[in-house]
């Protein structure tokens, strides 16, 4: 009788085993761990799978303050684009660095490439501006990713990230995700076209349409921040940052 239970509860472990690693594909990565980490002078949160595939940068946008708590729970811009999806990069296989706007990009790029490279940058609405003023200050991702930028004066603002940066030169390869539909007075669709031609190739554009728009034009829950299409950007991200076209 004890042999048939033993022999019963390993067949049941053996089916939880199999039932895990189906359920966690692609990427079968399960978070190990989210610590507060501690990146040029700010607290950012590291969530790192067990095998990385590489890594990704998350620079929300608003005042770009994640309430980085000392277990590495994110309490602020909860509902940001970036932060809402942080967990769907994990399961991907990406070791994801939430950025707080008071960290240094440059420090965070050459800490996540001691974790995993490639390592992406990925910035959204009023975080593509500090992604430009890294850049600036020397921050060398191997690729970069713009979704509902401030890119050019088109966009709407006079602080974009073309004027930020300066030169073209200083981009690594690069992709803008935009929703064709973005209201946000600072961020609209017209800016796109005159920042992949300042770019001289460094940059690629894809568009996005449908999803749900609520609240404010330039809030999370408008086209802006890509409301209902966060499968289509988590998937469009981590096809870049692997290296696909």
């Known amino acids: 009788m004890a042999a048939s239970v033993y022999h019963a509860i ?12 189906v ?9 190990q ?3 507060a980490l501690s990146i040029g002078g700010g607290t950012s949160v590291l969530i790192t799978p067990r095998k990385p595939r590489g890594s990704i940068i998350l620079m929300p946008g608003g005042n770009g303050y994640i309430g980085a708590t000392p277990d590495g729970a994110i309490t602020g811009l909860r509902g940001n684009q970036l932060t809402r999806t942080r967990m769907a990069y994990v399961r991907r296989g990406r070791a994801v660095l939430v950025l707080d706007s008071s960290s240094s990009l ?4 050459t800490y996540m490439r001691r974790v995993k490279r490639p390592v992406t940058v990925v910035a959204t609405s009023r975080g593509t501006l500090r992604a430009a003023y890294g850049l600036r200050a020397g921050a060398r991702p191997d690729r970069l990713v713009l979704s509902a930028g401030f890119l050019t004066r088109q966009s709407g603002g006079y602080e974009n990230v073309a004027s930020i940066v300066g030169s073209a030169s200083k981009l690594p390869p690069t992709l803008v ?10 961020t609209l669709p017209a800016g796109v076209a005159p920042f992949i031609r300042w770019a001289r190739g460094r940059a690629r554009i894809v568009w996005l349409s449908g999803g749900r728009s609520r609240g404010r034009l330039c809030g999370a829950r408008a086209h802006h921040g890509f409301n209902g299409l966060d499968a289509k950007v988590v998937g469009i991200v981590t096809g870049f940052a692997a290296g696909r076209r």
């Open 10 to 21: 390993r067949a049941g472990a053996l089916a939880f085993a199999i039932a895990a690693a």
């Open 23 to 31: 359920c966690c594909e692609p990427g079968a990565a399960i978070a």
């Open 33 to 35: 761990k989210h610590q």
């Open 106 to 109: 440059p420090a965070a790029v």
């Open 177 to 186: 995700i935009h929703h064709r539909n973005d209201a946000c007075r600072v």
